[in-house]
């Protein structure tokens, strides 16, 4: 075979495209080494395509994956750097977020929830010292409503 599948990295998501890109081409060959080899191997990579292949959604659901990823990949390009971002993220973020719901909801009902901030409102718990928080650290950035939570939490 001139093709061989690619390592997926947990860590890393910004190579996970060319991942999926990898594996839907070489899908059609796991399928057919999986229904034809006899004696069935015993090993677990073996069980877990197996498994995989009895999902008639396989491939949808990894063309999803591939549409999700090449969306996330130019905001995490952007964001994996050594430069003081956090300031911009918010933005980013919001558009982001937006962007993706309106690929699985109507893009009325996300135009709604976003211009009403429903979809952006965080738990009232990660909140509960905001106002203290806010006096030591007046930050006039978007950011800072999301970056605070954490910086509470950890002090």
């Known amino acids: 075979s001139t093709k061989f599948a690619k390592k997926f990295c947990s860590h890393r998501w ?13 899908l059609p060959y ?3 080494y999986v ?11 073996f069980d877990t395509l197996e498994q995989a292949f009895k999902d008639i959604f ?3 659901k990894m063309e999803f994956f591939k549409t999700m990823a090449l969306h996330l990949e130019p905001f995490l ?20 977020h937006g962007a993706l719901l309106r690929r699985i909801l109507k893009s009325s009902i996300v135009d ?9 409102e ?13 006096k030591k650290k007046p930050i ?3 950011a800072y409503s999301c970056i605070i939570c954490t910086e509470t939490i950890r002090n």
């Open 35 to 45: 229904t034809s080899v006899e004696p069935k191997p015993t090993v677990t990579s």
């Open 14 to 26: 910004v190579e996970n495209v060319i991942v999926v890109e990898r594996a839907l081409e070489i």
């Open 112 to 120: 709604e929830a976003m211009t009403n901030n429903r979809l952006l």
């Open 140 to 142: 006039k950035f978007p």
């Open 30 to 32: 796991f399928r057919q």
């Open 58 to 60: 396989l491939e949808s």
């Open 77 to 96: 390009r952007k964001f994996q750097t050594p430069l003081p971002m956090s300031p911009f993220i918010f933005d980013e973020i919001s558009s982001l």
């Open 122 to 134: 965080l738990p009232k718990i990660l909140f509960s010292n905001f106002d203290q928080a806010f």
